[in-house]
């Protein structure tokens, strides 16, 4: 089955203790994306992948960092959480976002950082 | 920078009767246009998508049009069932900036039995 799986999908963790949220894609997508949903501001761009090692920066990437080192693995990191981290945060794949450019989205992990 | 506005927020229609979304962006010339479904609690879920050399897209009881001149896009749900109650949001990248995607705040549907 076609999938992007994000794990964890709840975690409640302390401000500082550093933590990875790990993605993963069995579709050979080129492209991944993070994004967090908060309530009155919708989802916003944290980071996104081209490829294999290209990553650059969305919206609202202070405070978090990604790798690609494989195609189908995209993680994202926070080195020293904060409270204004607490989120909801989605991974997205896409076989590449020109054409046709169909995004395909993860079930989302629940992060509060007391 | 791509700005995305849906209105309204929130819509609540009884059973059968036709849903109208809007989508509105700032940027005409966009390169796609998505339209997503977002259960509570979970992620989103791809409708439609529209190149911008179309003018619509339909895939059972929606349909989805694209009018780049006037930086509009409508999903239509024809006689609404009480399963389309969900969160519905549009996206899309301008030119150049395929990568980028920018979400609208979306609108939430209740269909009434």
């Known amino acids: 089955e076609a999938q992007v799986t994000q794990n964890p999908r709840y975690l409640i963790t302390v401000t500082g203790k550093k933590l990875t949220v790990t993605c993963s894609q069995n579709?050979?997508?080129?492209?991944m994306s993070w994004y967090r949903q908060d309530p009155g501001l919708g989802l916003r761009q944290i980071y996104y992948s081209m490829n294999v090692e290209v990553t650059d920066k969305g919206d609202v990437p202070e405070g978090y960092k990604v790798s690609r080192k494989e195609k189908r693995n995209f993680p994202l990191i926070l080195e020293s959480p904060s409270p204004n981290q607490t989120s909801l945060y989605f991974c997205?794949?896409?076989?590449?976002?020109?054409?046709?450019?169909?995004?395909?989205f993860g079930e989302g992990s629940r992060l509060t950082v007391l | 920078k791509q700005e995305v506005t849906q209105i309204p927020a929130a819509l609540s229609v009884p059973e059968g009767e036709n849903l109208v979304l809007n989508c509105s962006f700032t940027d005409s010339a966009i390169y796609n246009l998505q339209w997503f479904r977002q259960d509570p609690g979970k992620g989103l879920t791809s409708l439609l998508l529209?190149?911008?050399s179309q003018r619509e897209q339909t895939s059972g009881r929606l349909n989805a049009s694209l009018d780049k001149s006037s930086g509009r896009s409508t999903l239509y749900i024809a006689a609404s069932q009480p399963g389309d109650s969900a969160t519905y949001l549009c996206?899309?990248?301008?030119w150049g900036a395929g990568n980028k995607l920018t979400f609208g705040g979306g609108t939430r549907v209740l269909v009434k039995p």
């Open positions: 579709m050979n997508h080129e492209y």
């Open positions: 529209i190149q911008s």
């Open positions: 996206a899309g990248p301008p």
């Open positions: 997205a794949s896409s076989l590449i976002l020109t054409s046709p450019g169909e995004l395909f």
